[in-house]
Nanobody
Framework: QVQLVESGGGLVQAGGSLRLSCASSRRTFSTYAMAWFRQAPGKEREFVAGINRNGGSTNYAESVKGRFTISRENARNTVYLEMNSLKPEDTAAYYC??????????????WGQGTQVTVSS
């Protein structure tokens, strides 16, 4: 079992920035592809960004390309999501997730509890 704990959410004005972090309890963190998803009230959960095991490959949802950056530090068992030029439509609960599948994948098996991001207009 992989435990994932997100942090860094909060309230920010439109155009602002936030950095989310997700720490893993497992020393095998580097064997997992990682991703961020989000879910707004009344909407389905959607993929935001993903990163492969060594951090050399990433992918993004079209809605966040050029504004968000996913990265990881395997030595710290942590994945990050740098969010810039935030918009009110980015408001959601953000979840990190880990996958045992080969990259690229949209199949994720372990989930954090989520951190809320609210962007005011």
């Amino acid at each position: 079992q992989v435990q994932l704990v997100e942090s860094g959410g909060g309230l920010v004005q439109a155009g602002g920035s936030l950095r989310l972090s997700c720490a893993s309890s497992r020393r095998t963190f580097s064997t997992y592809a990682m991703a961020w998803f989000r879910q707004a009230p009344g909407k389905e959960r959607e993929f935001v960004a993903g990163i492969n095991r060594n951090g050399g490959s990433t992918n993004y949802a079209e809605s966040v390309k050029g504004r968000f950056t996913i990265s990881r530090e395997n030595a710290r068992n942590t994945v990050y999501l740098e969010m810039n030029s935030l918009k009110p439509e980015d408001t959601a609960a953000y979840y990190c997730a880990a996958s045992i599948r080969a990259w690229p994948t949209l199949e994720y098996h372990y989930w954090g509890q989520g951190t809320q991001v609210t962007v005011s207009s």
